[in-house]
């Protein structure tokens, strides 16, 4: 089975380490410092106290007459393994465009698993891509309007605005599509709202929040303000649709 890594990031470092170690042909692409570093020093990772080279292939182009089972696509984010692996936080999402079962999916699912990833399939992965920035955008939102992002869970005002946005978010989405996903999701939507901010206020300060919130948003801005940008403009988009629709009828 042979797997590319395009993307020599902390998550592609990540996968492709783990994919080494379970014994898979793995190749990773990287460009600029980074493809010169792995080049002098190797793909190195830390595992019970122990520095270990993985046995990957270092590319820093891509012939035309490559064939690889799977390529993963990865995009740079300053995470730490934990947020890969918990199923907690999040597990490795995918599935096929029409939804339905494959033996694509079927293999990449045992590629996790024997690599020791966690992982879900679903049936619908655009709606799951909606819901995952139904949330993240206004967390993120909520660090960038805030005089003190670090303590932002001590601005009540903020907490119950971004627990109000959540709610519309979810509640919209539910409206549109008949469901969220993964069915979780729905706690925004049945949550009080005072309850919800309460909760909020525990999670932004709790380390987890720190962890897995306040470091993702406050080293990537451009990136979840793109994302805040494409997401509200989608909804708008899906609002002037249903609309136009209830008026056709």
Same mark, same amino acid.
């Given at each position: 089975?042979?797997?590319?890594?395009?993307?020599? #990031?902390?998550?592609?470092? $990540?996968?492709?380490?783990? /994919?080494?170690?379970?014994?898979?042909?793995?190749?990773?692409?990287?460009?600029?410092? =980074?493809?010169?570093?792995?080049?002098?020093?190797?793909?190195?990772?830390?595992?019970?106290?122990?520095?270990?080279?993985?046995?990957? +292939?270092? !590319? #820093?182009?891509?012939?035309? *007459?490559?064939?690889? *089972? %799977?390529?993963? $696509?990865?995009?740079?984010?300053?995470?730490?393994?934990?947020?890969?692996?918990?199923?907690?936080? &999040?597990?490795?999402?995918?599935?096929?465009?029409?939804?339905?079962?494959?033996?694509?999916?079927? &293999?990449?699912?045992?590629?996790? =698993?024997?690599?020791?990833?966690?992982?879900?399939?679903?049936?619908?992965?655009?709606?799951?891509?909606?819901?995952? !920035?139904?949330?993240?955008?206004?967390?993120?939102?909520?660090?960038?309007?805030? *005089?003190?992002?670090?303590?932002?869970?001590?601005?009540?005002?903020?907490?119950?605005?971004?627990?109000?946005? $959540?709610?519309?978010? %979810?509640? %919209?989405? +539910?409206?549109?599509?008949?469901?969220?996903?993964?069915?979780?999701?729905?706690?925004?939507? /049945? $949550?009080? !709202?005072?309850?919800?901010?309460?909760?909020?206020?525990?999670?932004? #300060?709790?380390? /987890?929040?720190?962890? %897995?919130?306040? &470091?993702?948003?406050?080293?990537?801005? *451009?990136?979840?303000?793109?994302?805040?940008?494409?997401?509200?403009?989608?909804?708008?988009?899906?609002?002037?649709? #249903?609309?136009?629709?209830?008026?056709?009828?």
């Amino acid at each position: 089975m042979r797997i590319l890594i395009y993307g020599a #990031g902390v998550i592609g470092s $990540l996968y492709a380490a783990l /994919f080494a170690e379970a014994g898979y042909d793995t190749n990773i692409y990287a460009r600029g410092k =980074r493809l010169e570093a792995l080049r002098n020093n190797g793909l190195q990772y830390k595992k019970n106290q122990e520095v270990i080279k993985a046995e990957v +292939r270092i !590319l #820093g182009e891509l012939p035309n *007459d490559e064939i690889y *089972d %799977f390529v993963l $696509l990865t995009v740079r984010e300053n995470q730490m393994y934990e947020a890969l692996t918990p199923r907690l936080i &999040q597990p490795t999402t995918f599935a096929e465009i029409s939804g339905n079962k494959s033996e694509r999916t079927k &293999q990449f699912s045992e590629i996790l =698993r024997h690599a020791h990833i966690p992982y879900q399939k679903v049936t619908d992965m655009h709606l799951w891509q909606l819901c995952h !920035l139904a949330m993240v955008v206004p967390i993120a939102d909520a660090y960038y309007e805030s *005089d003190d992002p670090e303590k932002v869970e001590k601005e009540w005002k903020i907490m119950r605005k971004t627990a109000e946005r $959540l709610k519309r978010n %979810f509640n %919209f989405l +539910r409206k549109q599509k008949g469901k969220l996903s993964p069915w979780k999701m729905n706690i925004f939507c /049945f $949550l009080p !709202l005072p309850f919800l901010a309460i909760m909020l206020v525990v999670a932004f #300060g709790s380390s /987890f929040g720190d962890k %897995f919130m306040y &470091q993702h948003a406050m080293k990537a801005p *451009d990136e979840m303000r793109e994302l805040h940008k494409q997401f509200y403009a989608y909804m708008k988009k899906m609002k002037k649709c #249903g609309c136009k629709a209830k008026k056709v009828q």
